[in-house]
């Protein structure tokens, strides 16, 4: 089975500066995905970036990247410059890559506040 | 191109009623998930389709169902609803079951059981 956890209930950020969001996973699938969402009030979960298990080198999309860290079992989020826009729930998920599993298990999320 | 949409937007039902929540999949997509999330967690895994065939099922009870059309789109019907039903149910597409293919999601559909 897999887990996700993310232990940040809610963090605050300055506009303009760098962010963190933890996510450390729990899994014994040989490979496997992992991926970021962000979902605003409106409800919609938006993708943002992925990660799969055997790639070397930390994804990245615009000022989103990932923090891959195997050996401890973490793919933190980091949102650079932050805008206000970006105040929203986001959710860290995963899926094995093989042994046909196709659900997405998710962690509880983190509140992410963008102050002016 | 239009994404996911899913009908209603949001549903007020009491206990023991019956719900229909629709759900349009990105054009070329053929795979159609969807998910429960209650408020303060994050979504469950309910069912996944596709082309018309049940790939997987999460752990919910029989009172909950689905199925794919054609075209590719989804119902998710629940039956004899209860309280702890009321969540936000989204769908998510996909152009295939692969664990590989990212699931897009639609804005939801916001059921209240009374």
């Known amino acids: 089975a897999q887990k996700i956890t993310q232990t940040q209930p809610g963090m605050f950020v300055q506009e303009k500066e760098a962010v963190t969001l933890d996510c450390t996973y729990d899994?014994?699938?040989?490979?496997?995905?992992l991926f970021w969402y962000k979902q605003p009030s409106s409800g919609e979960m938006i993708f943002l970036i992925y990660?799969?298990?055997?790639?070397?080198q930390n994804a990245t999309e615009g000022r989103y990247s990932l923090n891959f860290q195997k050996a401890r079992k973490s793919a933190n989020l980091v949102i650079s410059a932050s805008q206000l826009g970006d105040s929203a729930m986001y959710f860290c998920?995963?899926?094995?890559?093989?042994?046909?599993?196709?659900?997405?298990?998710f962690g509880k999320g983190t509140k992410l506040t963008v102050n002016p | 191109d239009a994404g996911v949409t899913q009908s209603p937007t949001h549903l007020i039902k009491t206990r023991g009623q019956h719900v229909t929540l629709r759900c349009s999949p990105i054009?070329?997509?053929?795979?159609v998930s969807w998910y429960q999330q209650v408020l303060g967690q994050g979504p469950q895994f309910i069912f996944q389709?596709?082309?018309?065939?049940?790939?997987g099922r999460g752990n919910f009870p029989d009172r909950f169902s689905a199925r794919q059309f054609p075209n590719y789109s989804s119902e998710l019907n629940v039956n004899a609803l209860l309280l702890g039903d009321s969540a936000l149910y989204l769908c998510?597409?996909?152009?295939?079951?692969?664990?590989?293919?990212?699931?897009?999601f639609g804005p939801g559909t916001r059921l209240t059981v009374l």
């Open positions: 998510a597409s996909s152009l295939g079951p692969w664990s590989t293919d990212t699931q897009y």
């Open positions: 899994t014994s699938d040989p490979s496997y995905g």
């Open positions: 990660q799969g298990s055997y790639d070397q």
């Open positions: 998920a995963m899926r094995p890559i093989q042994g046909g599993s196709e659900k997405l298990v």
């Open positions: 054009s070329g997509h053929k795979s």
């Open positions: 389709y596709y082309e018309k065939e049940e790939r």
